[in-house]
Structure formats: structure tokens, C-alpha cells
């Protein structure tokens, strides 16, 4: 009973004029604080404990991802306060979709109303700046929920200082899968043949003639020169023909006079960059900070290529609904402290290396 | 910010029933928004006029110097509070360390194990190299933990342990780890130990069969244990090998890219790098995975003993608790 008692009282004094306004001045001047020292460009959320939040609090499992939603309201207001660039968040995963089916659909229903109220007020987030993109697996989504989507999207384009990355039907093995899907794509579509006053075929002919032993094979190439479009190369690019395919085996280049010659960009080129250039996060900040809530201490399909170098990983025992500035502020200080010491391990490092 | 009272009662109220029109949305989250950024040029040069006017920006200075007060307040009692924490973490570490101790006695480590409800199949490490100037004590050090670390896995019967180095040393003296192994499960389990096979990605691997013995007084054969040895060539380079690869087939029209399907770059990495390891093992203080193979730990376990510095049995115990509780639910 006294229990009862106390917990309202406490409910109460909270709630009461001077201690709100005190505990939002605390949260300003900490947030102001933190700025003050280095501050992660990209952090990515794992909004993970919804469920388990309701089921604790004995509240439905759809009531658990509403207060999930106001938690990730808080804790963009703190990123983007505080000067993070990109805020990457684990909306639903494609595994998700073998759950219950009224607990899919109420999902995709709070998603869609949010964002549709996001577009109704357009300005709200141009006050922060921030623009928001969708990643994942956009045939998954139901035709009305991408229509919103691609609404939001658009209305929020022209926000450049700071992103909202939203990774909705996603798992990141289907993403790296998909880099090397789009990367093969693009290095064997032909590239568009340069208009170069130069005909490669004329030059032959030049020499040829100069050398001019041999008229018979001079005409040979008259005959074969309005080719199709060539294409200049470096000697970085490979040449390998169409009529390859047929027979695989014989040397590409023994198919001469050019016809037919497709040229596609050596693959060796293709390195980490390029397909970190085709993965959806592509043009973001390298992931700093990966937070993930409710203690289970698994990636779990998120962001698996960008954070598996030197990002710094937390799993935090709370569960994402309560997830606060509370939680935060001591996972950024520590973020800062090792960043420090960092900074101090090179330092001498350095120093050595000068004498 | 937190909100007043009335406010988040109205939103969630609006949440279920949809009953706001938007300007009432708006209304109600007016006074939690911060200041419009100053849109056109007027109005960023009135912005700076009134800046100016605040006594040439005393306010703006005194906040900043305010706001650098207490950042160095929070990271002085931060720091305290680490320093207390990584020696609590320091004494529990030890006492674990003399309560949970292997003896080098495989029955102590089965005796340990066998009240733990299931085990790894494939256990992961990540091991780091020490620098110690240009000697050869680092790499001295990083065999011998290896070693350390293959034989409790060969005691516990967990059949595949991989280890992640992240400059590849230990691939380079395979033999040499290979030979250090093998002697360190003979410390363990007298002549007639579990047959040892120690390979690599992309190099011949070295096998030894279990040494001959008289077989074991109670019948039992320990079980045979692969080890591979990874490095960080072999998580985001493998990917952009394969991604090499695929392209030269479509390029000689051998391959469609609506082939490449996730079953598809699955099957070839663990062909011919791993299989997705149950249980990844950290001995460092935090969470880092310093480039390990991305692909393959989409669902494993992590596990690291806050502040621990260097590989001890308690640790790899304690990871082995910890993954006896987990639960796996696989998105539902």
C-alpha cells in the first residue's frame, strides 16, 4: 500500500510545474554538454523489447510498439540536438513477417499513420532538417503503405542536415546480397559509348596505309567500318565479345574487325567501396555507434557489413520503450571517453615516429 | 524534453481514435519544437543582427563556456565511476578465475559443462595481437592462447572452434600453431588425445589423427576438433572476391544477376570460408568486432566480459553459461 502511495507521490512531484521545468532545463544544459565533445556521426538502434515491454506492463503488444514509436521520437530529438548526422533505426525485419498476422498488419498500420502525419506537416521536420529514407526490401511493403512512403520520402528530400534512415522490411544479408546483385549489374551493362571524333578504325587504316603493303586487307576493313559504335578504352577495361558466349572457350579477342565487341569495366576494379556504394546506406557517414536494447546480444540481420569494423557495439538491458536520455547519455560519455583515449593511444604513436 | 502532463495523454488518446485534425497536432506539439531554422537570407541576417546585438555575442560565449563546465563535470564523475566499475569487474573476474579453474583436466571442464543445457556446435573467438615491440613474444603469446583455447573446446566437446585474428599471423605459421595445439591437448589429455585437424581458408589444411594409445580406461574417445583460423581477409574481401566472380559469369553471360539470391552467396561463403558459429567469444573489454567476417554473424551469440582484458577459462565458462540461457526467436 505505502508502495502505491509512494510511487504516486513521486508520480505526482515529477509532474508538478517546477520539478518539469527543472528536469527540462537538466536535459538542455546535458545535451548542450555533450556537443562540447566529439560526437558520433551515424548511430544505428535496434528497437528491440516492445513486445516484452507490453507483456511486462500487462498492456497489448500493439500499445508496447506505440510507446516504442513516442521512445524513438525522444531519442531522435536527442540525436539531432546533440549534431548526429544519420540515425539508422530497425523498424521491422523481414523475419517479422512470421509473426501473428493482427500484430503485422497493426505494425504496418502505425507506420503508414505516422508517416502520413509526417507529410501532413512537412515543416515539422524541416525544423530539424532532416530528410528520411526507406531501406529495405520495397516489394515486401502492401501498395498503400509504399504509396505514403515514397510520399514521405519526397516531401523530406530537399532536409540536408541530418537523415533518418528507416530500415523497414530489412535484414541486412538481403542488403549485401542486393550490393552484389546492383554491383554485377553495373559492371556488365556496356557503358555508354563515348562520342569521340576519333574512329578507331580509321586509325588502323592509317597505319595500314602508311605501311602500305597491303591494299587487299585495306578495303577488307572499308568493308567492316560503319561498325556500331565503339567505344574508347582504357587499358583498365577488358574486352571480351558477345560471340564468347557461344563458345566460351575460344579467346574473345581472336573475333576480329570489331563487330559485335562489347566492352565492360574490369571487374578486378570492384572493391569494399563500391559495394559500400551500393548498399542502401550508400553516402552515409561509417557507422560509429550500434545500441541495441533489451539484453540479447546479437546483431540479428542489422547492418551486419557496416558495423563490423571498428564500430562500437552496446547491449543494453532496458527495454526499448524506456529507453531515454537516461539510458543514452552514459552509452555517448563512454563513447566520448574512448574516442579520447583513442586519440591519446595514437598520439604517442606518432610521436615515436617523428624521432 | 518532457512533456506536461496533459499533453502525451491527448497524443496516445489521438493514437488509438485518430480523432486530431492536424492542425491540433500541431498545436499540441508546438512548444516542443525547437526554433525554425532562419529560411531566407532577411531573415538569417536579422538572426545575426540580434546576435549581435546581445553584447557581441557575451550570451552565446558564457552558454558555451557553461555547457563546457558541465561536460567536464559529467566526464569526471564518469570517469570515477568507470574506474569503480572495472575494479569490481577486477575482483569478481578473479574470483571466478580461482573458483572456475581447468587444471588442465578435461574430467573439470566435462564436470563444469555438463550441467549447461546445450552447447555451442561451432564456437568463435576473436584473439588479438599484443604488440611488445617487434619480438616475437606477441605471436609467441597468440599460439599459446590458441592453443589454450582448443583444448577447453576439445575438453567441453565442442567439435568446431574458430578463431579470428584480425592481421592473419596465425595463418602464416600454421604448422607452428598446429604443432602448439596438438602438444597443448597432450598436457590435457595424456597420449591418446582427440584426433586435431587445423585448416585454413584457401590454404591445404594439416591433419593429424589421434594419437594411438592403448585406448582410454573408461572407453570413452574424446571427440576429433576442426579449428580454422580466419583472418580479415576473409570477411569483407571474401565478399568482394565473390562479388569478382559473379561479375566476370555475367559478363560472359554465364550467370543472369537474377540469380544471385541470398541461398546463393549463403552457400558459396560458407563453402568456402564458414558456416554461421553459434557463439562469438570476445576478450577484450568491449564490443568490437574489428572486422570480422560480416556474413556469417548475422545470428550469433555475442559474448564479452565487460572490462575483462585477456583470454582466461573463466571467461570462455562464462560464455558458455550465458549461451546455455539464450533463447532464439528468429524475428517472432
Known amino acids: 500500500m505505502s508502495d ?112 502520413e502525419q509526417l507529410i501532413q506537416h512537412g515543416e515539422l521536420l524541416e525544423r530539424y532538417g532532416a530528410s528520411v529514407r526507406v531501406l529495405g526490401q520495397r516489394d515486401l511493403m502492401s501498395p498503400d503503405v509504399l504509396e505514403v512512403v515514397d510520399r514521405a520520402v519526397a516531401t523530406t528530400k530537399h532536409n540536408k542536415t541530418a537523415i533518418l534512415n528507416i530500415c523497414f522490411p530489412y535484414t541486412s544479408r538481403e542488403e549485401i546480397t542486393t550490393a552484389i546483385r546492383s554491383t554485377v549489374e553495373e559492371y556488365s551493362t556496356t557503358p555508354r559509348p563515348h562520342s569521340t571524333p576519333f574512329s578507331q578504325s580509321r586509325i588502323t587504316q592509317k597505319i595500314l596505309s602508311k ?34 558466349t557461344l563458345h566460351p572457350d575460344s579467346p574473345p579477342l581472336k573475333s576480329g574487325a570489331g563487330e559485335n565487341v562489347t566492352i565492360y569495366p574490369n571487374a578486378e576494379n570492384i572493391t569494399a567501396e563500391t559495394i559500400d556504394n551500393h548498399l542502401y546506406t550508400a553516402g552515409c557517414p561509417p557507422l560509429d555507434l550500434f545500441v541495441r536494447t533489451s539484453g540479447v546480444e546479437r546483431l540479428s540481420d542489422f547492418m551486419l557489413w557496416q558495423c563490423h569494423q571498428d564500430t562500437h557495439i552496446f547491449f543494453l538491458k532496458c527495454f526499448w520503450p524506456e529507453f531515454d536520455l537516461w539510458h543514452f547519455l552514459p552509452v555517448l560519455v563512454e563513447w566520448q571517453r574512448r574516442q579520447k583515449q583513442r586519440d591519446q593511444d595514437e598520439k604517442p604513436g606518432r610521436r615515436v615516429k617523428q624521432a | 524534453m518532457p512533456f506536461n502532463t496533459q499533453d502525451p495523454k491527448a497524443y496516445r488518446r489521438n493514437d488509438k481514435f485518430d480523432t486530431m485534425t492536424a492542425e491540433e497536432r500541431i498545436k499540441l506539439l508546438k512548444p516542443y519544437l525547437p526554433s525554425p531554422p532562419p529560411r531566407t537570407s532577411s531573415q538569417r541576417a536579422a538572426a545575426k543582427a540580434r ?80 604488440d611488445y615491440g617487434r619480438g616475437s613474444a606477441g605471436l609467441e603469446r597468440l599460439v599459446n592462447e590458441a592453443a589454450d583455447i582448443a583444448a577447453w573446446c576439445a575438453s567441453a566437446g565442442i567439435p568446431e572452434l574458430s578463431i579470428y585474428e584480425k592481421t592473419g599471423i596465425l595463418k602464416g605459421y600454421l604448422p607452428e600453431t598446429q604443432r602448439a595445439i596438438s602438444q597443448k591437448l597432450v598436457t590435457y589429455f595424456g597420449p591418446n588425445g582427440p584426433a586435431l585437424s587445423v585448416h585454413a581458408p584457401h590454404i591445404p589444411s594439416v591433419e593429424l589423427p589421434a594419437l594411438q594409445g592403448a585406448g582410454r580406461s573408461d572407453g570413452s574417445e574424446p571427440k576429433p576438433i576442426t579449428v580454422l583460423l580466419l583472418s580479415a581477409e576473409d570477411g569483407r574481401d571474401s565478399i568482394v572476391d565473390l562479388t569478382k566472380t559473379l561479375t566476370e559469369m555475367s559478363q560472359r553471360s554465364k550467370l543472369s544477376s537474377a540469380d544471385i539470391s541470398i541461398e546463393l552467396v549463403d552457400a558459396e561463403l560458407n563453402e568456402s570460408i564458414m558456416g554461421e558459429p553459434d557463439l562469438l567469444m570476445l576478450f577484450g573489454p568491449h564490443v568490437e568486432l574489428s572486422g570480422y567476417p560480416p556474413w556469417q554473424i548475422r545470428l550469433t551469440e555475442i559474448f564479452h566480459v565487460p572490462d575483462n582484458q585477456g583470454v582466461g577459462y573463466q571467461v570462455f565458462y562464462r560464455g558458455l553459461c550465458q549461451f546455455s540461457h539464450a533463447q532464439m526467436r528468429m524475428g517472432r
Not at chain 1, 567500318?225 to 577488358?238: G, H, I, L, T
Not at chain 2, 581447468?102 to 584473439?127: G, N
Open chain 1, 211 to 244: 605501311q602500305g603493303d597491303n591494299t587487299e586487307l585495306l578495303s577488307s576493313i572499308r568493308e567492316s567500318s560503319p561498325s556500331p559504335p565503339e567505344s574508347r578504352f582504357d587499358d583498365a577495361e577488358s574486352i571480351s565479345s558477345s560471340s564468347a
Open chain 1, 4 to 115: 502505491l502511495y509512494l510511487s504516486r507521490i513521486r508520480r505526482w512531484f515529477l509532474n508538478s510545474p517546477p520539478a518539469e521545468w527543472a528536469l527540462c532545463r537538466l536535459r538542455e544544459v546535458l545535451i548542450g554538454a555533450l556537443t562540447q565533445g566529439p560526437i558520433p556521426r551515424h548511430v544505428a538502434f535496434e528497437m528491440d523489447g516492445n513486445r516484452r515491454y507490453a507483456r511486462s506492463h500487462k498492456i497489448e503488444t500493439i500499445e508496447g510498439h506505440h510507446l516504442g514509436f513516442e521512445a524513438l521520437a525522444r531519442v531522435l530529438e536527442i540525436c539531432y540536438k546533440c549534431g548526429v548526422k544519420v540515425v539508422t533505426v530497425y523498424a521491422f525485419s523481414i523475419e517479422n513477417f512470421n509473426r501473428p498476422k493482427y500484430e503485422v498488419d497493426g505494425l504496418m498500420q502505425l507506420a503508414k499513420m505516422k508517416l
Open chain 2, 51 to 130: 546576435e549581435k546585438k546581445s553584447l557581441f555575442g557575451v550570451r552565446r560565449f558564457l552558454r558555451d563556456e557553461f555547457h563546457l563546465l558541465v561536460f567536464t563535470i559529467v566526464h569526471a564523475f564518469f570517469s570515477l565511476y568507470i574506474r569503480i566499475r572495472q575494479a569490481y569487474h577486477a575482483v569478481i573476474n578473479q574470483v571466478y578465475s580461482i573458483y572456475h579453474y581447468h587444471h588442465r583436466t578435461p574430467e573439470l571442464i566435462q564436470r563444469d559443462v555438463k550441467a549447461l543445457r546445450r552447447l555451442p556446435k561451432h564456437l568463435s573467438v576473436i584473439l588479438k595481437l599484443e
